[in-house]
T-cell receptor, first 111, second 112 residues
Framework: EPEVTQTPSHQVTQMGQEVILRCVPI?????FYWYRQILGQKVEFLVS????????KSEIFDDQFSVERPDGSNFTLKIRSTKLEDSAMYFC?????????FGDGTRLSIL | GQQVMQIPQYQHVQEGEDFTTYCNSS?????IQWYKQRPGGHPVFLIQ?????EVKKQKRLTFQFGEAKKNSSLHITATQTTDVGTYFC????????????FGRGTQLTVWP
């Protein structure tokens, strides 16, 4: 069964550095999402992407965040100037619209 | 704003006992989705309910969507140790294309 794949599985970064989290959505899906989950908390929406543009973003998705679909397969989340509170699991999801299928996540640890 | 509430937050059961988690939304949902997340894992899609009053079954799991499309439940009959994990409900507000609003989840522990 097709899967959403994410790399790296774990990223450790110094505060203030930039990170790029990568995702390969399921190939025939058209809607892409990023969510995050702080340890022990619920999954929170960051951004949705459709037709090569952001379709919706949450209040969490401020100017330090950006998304890109650089080619036909990858979907990236960039966090500029990371902060301690950015430490979380970041999940990419894709869908035909609904439901959404999640990748294994990237654990981001900011030191 | 949209809120999805889920109770209980934790549930500990003996293997063989039944388990139910309840989900309530502050607004009407176009559909509701249920996910299971094992410790250290990612949310795995279980099922989507779309119609008012819909009931779906997957082996020992029974999912219901309320008549007003604002509440839902997941019931597991005769739990097994493999059922351990956190069960989340999630729904988009309005359009079916939108962000998912997740409940806090119910963390299920099953004792052998």
């Amino acid at each position: 069964e097709p899967e959403v794949t994410q790399t790296p599985s774990h990223q450790v970064t110094q505060m203030g550095q930039e990170v790029i989290l990568r995702c390969v959505p399921i190939s025939n899906h058209l809607y892409f999402y990023w969510y995050r989950q702080i340890l022990g908390q619920k999954v929170e929406f960051l951004v949705s992407f459709y037709n090569n543009e952001i379709s919706e973003k949450s209040e969490i998705f401020d100017d330090q965040f950006s998304v890109e679909r650089p080619d036909g397969s990858n979907f990236t989340l960039k966090i500029r100037s990371t902060k301690l509170e950015d430490s979380a699991m970041y999940f990419c999801a894709s869908g035909p619209s609904q439901p959404q299928h999640f990748g294994d996540g990237t654990r981001l640890s900011i030191l | 704003g949209q809120q999805v509430m889920q109770i209980p937050q934790y549930q500990h059961v003996q293997e063989g006992e039944d388990f139910t988690t309840y989900c309530n939304s502050s607004t009407t949902l176009s559909n509701i989705q249920w996910y299971k997340q094992r410790p250290g894992g990612h949310p795995v899609f279980l099922i989507q309910l779309v119609k008012s009053g819909e009931v779906k079954k997957q082996k020992r799991l029974t999912f219901q969507f309320g008549e007003a499309k604002k509440n839902s439940s997941l019931h597991i009959t005769a739990t097994q140790t493999t059922d351990v994990g956190t069960y989340f409900c999630a729904g988009p507000r309005g359009s079916t294309l939108g962000r998912l609003y997740f409940g806090r989840g119910t963390q299920l522990t099953v004792w052998p």
